[in-house]
């Protein structure tokens, strides 16, 4: 296999990167690696949630604070930074203003060339941040406060991570996680082409994939996983701030490595980060009617009573499935880190499906 090392050239997916990653043996190569993490909770009363765009549907509290993990990534020869903050998605105006701030301290290092800023696409993190009309319209417009805490968090999980950069390796591990997302959409699902269909053993991805960055004396750094699912756990008649889902899945894989740190403070930053989530819901119970329990029909109604129809599960309320869910991702991907720690020196592929 061709054992070059791992270039940047092409930012503009992610998964670009994995492949690279994949198909060469960068894996056993040594780079520069850095990990941060900040808050990037900002208002949590009164500011309306973006994501269910409910107009109704304002904070009063808070489940999970939201947070910004950063990673650098440094061959000698070029560098790149993705960034996972738990917000429902990244406007071009928070980028802007990121890249501003990190100019300031670190003149042309870290510029629109090399850095990365992926929201987790939770639903229930303060919105009005976007500075677009579309998406700020059910935020009765832009919230200052919300803008500043996500702009400020991103920027000091990159400084962090900036402060501590290391030698290590990466690795990847991949596997599969079967009953913790389902198709929203069924029916168009089915309006593919048959021979695109039979492509797939499920009308979902259940793929799980992992980069694992240690360091040059064998200490775990971080994690980064791609799973497809929407934080959605935490309905739209939520008012508490929260990361959701994913966010919950990030706290208990760094709970597991920072032993008694609080959250957000250890070393080890962990990430389960946006992917290809677009129909692929965490509600495993599928959509009932709201009062009866029935199944809904093919056109997502209820008959007879004025009920709604909506997907839930799998837990008996958004907190317990929440957990759920997150628990289930947590899992996976801690028993991929255990077999890799075990099998580090083996190889850098490991299958996490036994």
């Known amino acids: 296999m061709d054992t070059k090392r791992l270039r940047f050239h092409d930012l503009s997916t992610l998964w670009i990167i994995l492949l690279t990653f994949i198909l060469s043996r960068s894996c056993l190569a040594s780079y520069s690696i850095g990990v941060g993490i900040a808050d990037s909770t900002g208002p949590v009363a009164e500011v309306v949630f973006m994501g269910y765009a409910k107009m109704d549907q304002k904070g009063s509290g808070i489940h999970l604070r939201t947070f910004?993990?950063?990673?650098?990534?440094?061959?000698?020869?070029?560098?790149?930074?993705?960034?996972?903050?738990?917000?429902?998605?990244?406007?071009?105006?928070?980028?802007?203003?990121?890249?501003?701030?990190?100019?300031?301290?670190?003149?042309?290092?870290?510029?629109?060339?090399?850095?990365?800023?992926?929201?987790?696409?939770?639903?229930?993190?303060?919105?009005?941040?976007?500075?677009?009309?579309?998406?700020?319209?059910?935020?009765?417009?832009?919230?200052?406060?919300?803008?500043?805490?996500?702009?400020?968090?991103?920027?000091?999980?990159?400084?962090?991570?900036?402060?501590?950069?290391?030698?290590?390796?990466?690795?990847?591990?991949?596997?599969?996680?079967?009953?913790?997302?389902?198709n929203r959409s069924p029916l168009a699902y089915l309006n593919n082409p048959k021979a695109e269909r039979d492509k797939y053993d499920n009308n979902v991805d259940k793929t799980m994939t992992q980069l694992q960055f240690v360091g040059a004396d064998n200490q775990p750094l971080g994690v980064i996983n791609w799973f497809a699912v929407h934080p959605t756990s935490m309905n739209n008649t939520n008012h508490l701030v929260s990361s959701d889902n994913v966010g919950y899945a990030s706290i208990l894989f760094e709970k597991m490595i920072n032993k008694n740190a609080?959250?957000?403070?250890?070393?080890?930053?962990?990430?389960?980060?946006?992917?290809?989530?677009?129909?692929?819901?965490?509600?495993?119970r599928g959509p009932k009617c709201e009062f009866s329990g029935l199944n809904c029909t093919d056109s997502y109604t209820c008959p007879g009573k004025k009920e709604m129809c909506f997907a839930s599960g799998p837990g008996k309320d958004m907190f317990e499935s929440t957990s759920i869910i997150a628990r289930k991702m947590f899992d996976k991907a801690a028993h991929g880190f255990s077999n890799f720690t075990s099998n580090m020196k083996v190889r850098p592929l490991i299958d996490l499906s036994n």
């Open 68 to 182: 910004s993990r950063a990673y650098i990534i440094d061959d000698g020869e070029e560098r790149f930074v993705f960034v996972s903050v738990d917000s429902c998605m990244i406007g071009n105006e928070v980028r802007k203003a990121v890249l501003h701030k990190l100019q300031s301290q670190y003149g042309n290092l870290y510029t629109e060339k090399n850095v990365m800023i992926s929201g987790t696409h939770t639903h229930s993190s303060p919105g009005g941040f976007m500075m677009d009309v579309l998406f700020d319209l059910t935020t009765y417009g832009f919230v200052k406060e919300s803008f500043n805490a996500i702009v400020n968090g991103i920027t000091r999980s990159i400084k962090r991570a900036h402060e501590n950069v290391v030698p290590g390796r990466i690795f990847i591990t991949q596997g599969e996680i079967l009953d913790a997302n389902i």
């Open 262 to 284: 609080m959250i957000g403070k250890g070393p080890f930053v962990a990430t389960f980060a946006s992917t290809n989530l677009g129909d692929v819901s965490p509600n495993t």
